[in-house]
């Protein structure tokens, strides 16, 4: 099942104008929360399709973008 996430700003949005109905801060942690996992999950996601791409052609520059590398240099 695929569900349609809206965007950040649509649901902050959302949030702020519902908060007549709704106790604001708690429904706020509560999306937070929520995002936060999301988030995670999503980016679980890209690092497993990154780590196969390196795995079939040695490079993970075509799917975490350049800068990558300069992360490292720059920590050394």
Known sequence: MHLHLP?????LHHLSTSSLTTPGPESMSV???KW?????????CVMKAAKKG???NG???RYLG???DDMDEKRS
């Open 66 to 68: 350049d800068n990558s």
């Open 36 to 44: 936060e996992r999301n988030e995670k999950v999503a980016w679980l």
């Open 54 to 56: 390196s795995d079939k």
């Open 59 to 61: 490079s993970k520059k």
């Open 7 to 11: 965007s950040r700003t649509q649901w």
């Open 31 to 33: 999306f937070r929360r």
